[in-house]
């Protein structure tokens, strides 16, 4: 645990002070206060490409009345830098009055260990795995051309102050351990991608000879890739595989049922809270909760313990993701969403791990089932459109449907549907939910923050695939 | 006030010192201070202001051929002295690579040009917010106009960049930036669009009224938009997405990328990869230029590079590092391109958009559907259908797709070029991809 106040002129009891005389005719706010210790260290090209350390430590103090949010944020932490903060804040919100809410969720819950990752495992055993991955890769096939291996990990420590002298802490391990490869064959080039981690130590994930399975994954999905044909242009049935495909639930739904969006009824979905989303069988909750999960936070970037929402139930929309600023303008409460990328950013409600639950068919049923169409086993990176409801994401890994037969791998297409409407087109929801490796990053409003993903199988029945072949 | 030219320097030659003290070779260093202010509107009222201060310092240490890297934003002695400790620590236990080494003397920057990349005008909060007000009001204007978001920030910034061959410079910059966000709706559909500006001189942005006014003009112009069938046919970018070519082209000449022969461009120098007609600039010190600078970042002086000349690839972007992998001078391109442009075309828009009998002119694409090792690409767009030079409809939820090796040699460019982005294409014509729509 970082102590904010042991190098600095400022004390625990002047930042309580200057906090509460800040914050004493607003409705919210708090003092954010951040330390991160980060590393990454790279394998590229045969050698230690680079090899980083990073210690970043600053604040961000946010004072909120009505719908109007001050936040001014610095690297020093010092009597004069919060004072200067406390007064630009002040003079933002200089004729409005409020009245501050003291409730905020207490839990003693624990969702991952108060690890440093970083120096759980020495630098040496780091770059001898890393070593270990780029031979292995070499030696086992002449096409393997080229390997980029990498181990990031980070330990943050935050601490909430709130008016009152309320504190919240929280200490958050994350690591992730990555392999991409690029094989040549015949003059064509084709690269492959795989990582896990979470909230745990290096040794966690690497166990059993298990960075072995990394790189057999990501030599697989570059070696079909290799074989992959111009992919199909058109509307047509599309299977999804189970586990990091949920990246489209993701994109599709998730970002449409942050509190933000609906509040300012930017959403699509801003009118829809009640009513039938999605075909009978879809459940999708947002969790937080899941032990080191890479989505997963014992509390909230505000203090607020998080938890597992219920977006949609059997299809109906149940709940909207909230943080407390647009639970308080909406008439709810905080459903433990409330992020920020690190202490230089506004909290926003955010996605923590997003996932459909099972239903009962089989993925075999589901390719069976169609004629024609395409059915997508991984994905690289999603985006979506929130007002219009258009999302996309591209395919890494594909294989053309033909006759209920999975034919040859696909060149990597951008898939593009309707977020309000796509769920109604699931037609099958399969047995096999799956969690993601623990990759994900999500972005929004220039901020990124961990998350995961989930889902079954499940079968579209339109969707537009946007490859070459006519 | 952001930290002046001494404070930054002192803290420069502080790291360099000790670095040198606990028995480094080489070590570079750079401290940065940036300030910004923002003021963010939303429906014609205030809803979020928020100032940023933050220093920033990087350092890397060298031990022959090795070295390793920290970044802090605590600048306290006692606290840069620990991580240069740990940093020289990492150095002496990472491998040796022989092409790790400071950029060569003689190509670092001897003199420091005026380029006029600062303003020292403080526009204040108050001041943001009467503008703010003034767009606000125009943009929602229109009925169909539902919700208006946006957002003035003022950002200063200094840094000195210093390394033990004894280069220590630096300079303040600013910049000066407006955006709206506006959503309209009518009875089939919701749609969003947006318009931005951004200038180092406060008296170069877009009025507040020219900008809340094409930002509803350009949202409006979107609502009830059609899907369309899947057909190969012709494609009109406008000038907000054809620079993204751009950004893929830079990515792939990039000397990193064809070091690791991970690029589609690859062995290409010297051959013809866009048609004849095409020139590719990167102009490093343009007159108050959003991507002018004078030294890239590790102080190599970067001059005006033709990258593409008739069509001819003439140029990668080359760091130290990769540079030495490929036996190349660095052109001090380290951290990308700076002024990037597609020279302008010899045909009017309106002329282009009459070439052929049917177009989709794309204005928004999504998605990240660009492939540098193969050249594939795939995203989603919206857009307009036209027919006979004359917009008919808005067209959504469709893709496009092709290679750029095909797309580049089937550009064709308008004579509408201007300099509002540190990368700028006129508008851009490319034959021969696919749409997949119904």
């Known amino acids: 645990m970082s102590n904010f106040f042991d190098k600095s002129d400022l004390s625990r009891k002047d930042a309580d002070k200057i906090v509460s005389d800040t914050l004493l005719n607003c409705d919210d706010g708090e003092l954010y206060l951040e330390d991160t210790k980060s590393e990454s260290i790279l394998l590229d090209d045969n050698k230690i490409k680079s090899s980083s350390y990073s210690s970043d430590l600053g604040f961000g103090f946010r004072a909120i009345t009505g719908e109007v949010v001050a936040y001014s944020h610095s690297n020093e932490i010092s009597k004069d830098s919060l004072k200067k903060s406390s007064e630009n804040l002040k003079s933002t919100l200089k004729s409005m009055k409020g009245t501050y809410n003291h409730d905020i969720s207490r839990s003693n819950k624990k969702f991952y260990e108060d690890i440093n990752?970083?120096?759980?495992?020495?630098?040496?055993?780091?770059?001898?795995?890393?070593?270990?991955?780029?031979e292995y890769l070499r030696k086992k096939d002449n096409s393997v051309k080229q390997v980029t291996t990498s181990f990031a990990g980070e330990q943050k420590s935050i601490e909430i102050i709130r008016s009152g002298g309320e504190v919240l802490t929280d200490v958050r391990p994350l690591i992730r351990f990555n392999v991409s490869v690029m094989l040549e064959k015949n003059g064509r080039k084709e690269t492959g991608v795989y990582g896990i981690g979470g909230r745990q130590s290096?040794?966690?994930?690497?166990?059993?000879?298990?960075?072995?399975?990394?790189?057999?994954?990501?030599?697989?999905?570059?070696?079909?890739?290799?074989?992959?044909?111009?992919?199909p242009a058109g509307e047509m049935k599309v299977v999804l595989g189970p586990g990091w495909p949920a990246i489209l639930i993701h994109e599709a739904i998730g970002h449409g049922l942050e509190g933000d969006f609906n509040r300012k009824k930017t959403s699509a979905f801003h009118d829809l809270m009640g009513q039938k989303v999605a075909s009978e069988g879809v459940t999708i909750v947002d969790d937080g909760t899941i032990d080191n999960r890479r989505g997963s936070l014992t509390i909230d970037d505000e203090g607020t313990p998080t938890e597992k929402t219920v977006l949609i139930e059997n299809g109906i929309l149940k709940n909207f993701m909230q943080d407390r600023l647009n639970a308080r303008l909406m008439n709810t409460k905080s459903t433990g969403s409330g992020r920020r990328?690190?202490?230089?950013?506004?909290?926003?409600?955010?996605m923590r791990n997003t996932m459909m639950l099972s239903g009962n068919q089989t993925q075999e049923e589901m390719i069976k089932s169609v004629d024609k169409g395409i059915f997508a086993v991984s994905f690289g990176g999603g985006q979506v459109d929130i007002t219009s409801g258009k999302f996309v994401f591209n395919c890494t890994e594909a294989y053309e449907i033909n006759n209920g037969k999975i034919g040859s791998p696909i060149k990597g297409a951008t898939l593009i549907g309707d977020g309000p409407s796509i769920l109604k087109e699931v037609s099958m929801v399969g047995n096999d939910m799956m969690l993601d490796p623990g990759i994900g990053t999500c972005g929004k409003a220039g901020q990124g923050v961990p998350v995961g993903v989930a889902q079954p199988s499940i079968l579209i029945d339109k969707m537009t695939v946007g490859g070459t072949k006519l | 006030m952001v930290k002046d030219q001494e404070y930054l320097k002192s803290k420069a030659s502080y790291c360099l010192d000790l670095a040198k003290k606990l028995g480094a070779t080489g070590s570079s260093v750079t401290v940065g201070h940036s300030i910004s202010e923002t003021v963010n509107f939303r429906n014609n009222t205030l809803d979020e202001s928020n100032r940023s201060d933050g220093l920033a310092i990087s350092i890397e240490t060298y031990l022959g051929k090795k070295r390793s890297s920290i970044s802090s934003s605590n600048l306290l002695d006692d606290n840069i002295k620990t991580l240069i400790e740990k940093c020289f620590e990492t150095t002496k236990n990472t491998p040796e690579d022989e092409f790790n080494s400071l950029p060569d003397k003689e190509l670092l920057a001897k003199e420091i040009k005026n380029l006029n990349l600062y303003d020292e005008t403080h526009f204040d909060n108050e001041k943001k917010i009467d503008y703010l007000k003034e767009l606000e009001s125009v943009a929602s204007s229109e009925e169909k106009i539902v919700n208006t978001e946006s957002s003035f920030t003022e950002n200063k910034s200094n840094f000195i960049l210093a390394n033990s061959d004894g280069f220590c410079n630096g300079y303040k910059s600013s910049s000066f930036s407006a955006s709206c966000v506006t959503v309209a709706k009518d009875e089939n559909s919701m749609e969003r669009d947006y318009e931005f500006t951004s200038k180092r001189h406060l008296s170069d942005i877009k009025g507040a009224k020219e900008l809340g006014e094409k930002a509803s003009e350009q949202t409006i112009r979107k609502l009830s938009p059609n899907k369309i069938g899947s057909e190969k046919i012709s494609i009109i970018f406008d000038k907000r997405i054809?620079?993204?070519?751009?950004?893929a082209f830079a990515g792939a000449i990039s000397s990193n990328a064809i070091a690791r022969g991970t690029s589609f461009l690859k062995d290409k120098i010297n051959e013809q990869i866009f048609s004849e007609t095409i020139n590719v600039i990167d102009k490093p010190d343009m007159n108050k230029g959003v991507g002018s600078?004078?030294?890239?970042?590790?102080?190599?002086?970067?001059?005006?590079l033709n990258l593409i000349q008739n069509g001819?690839?003439?140029?990668?972007?080359?760091?130290?590092?990769?540079?030495?992998?490929l036996n190349l001078k660095s052109n001090g391109r380290c951290g990308g391109t700076t002024n990037l442009y597609f020279d302008n075309g010899k045909i009017s828009f309106e002329d282009l958009l009459k070439i052929n009998s049917k177009h989709i002119y794309v204005t928004e694409t999504i998605g990240h559907g660009s492939n540098l090792v193969t050249g594939d690409y795939s995203v989603g767009a919206t857009g307009f259908l036209i027919e006979n030079g004359e917009f008919k409809f808005p067209v959504n939820e469709i893709t496009i797709a092709g290679n750029f090796k095909d797309m580049f040699k089937n550009i064709t460019l308008a004579s509408d070029l201007d300099f509002e982005y540190s990368v700028n294409s006129p508008t851009m014509m490319i034959e021969g991809m696919t749409v997949a729509g119904k």
């Open chain 1, 341 to 350: 990328e690190n202490y230089r950013h506004v909290v926003l409600p955010r």
């Open chain 2, 242 to 247: 054809a620079k993204g070519m751009l950004g």
């Open chain 1, 202 to 231: 290096y040794d966690e994930y690497l166990k059993n000879d298990n960075w072995k399975t990394v790189c057999e994954e990501a030599f697989r999905i570059a070696s079909v890739n290799l074989e992959s044909k111009p992919a």
């Open chain 1, 117 to 134: 990752p970083l120096e759980q495992k020495t630098l040496n055993s780091k770059l001898e795995v890393l070593n270990k991955v780029n």
């Open chain 2, 293 to 304: 600078q004078i030294f890239d970042s590790e102080g190599v002086k970067s001059d005006t």
């Open chain 2, 312 to 325: 001819i690839l003439k140029n990668y972007l080359v760091d130290t590092y990769n540079g030495k992998k």
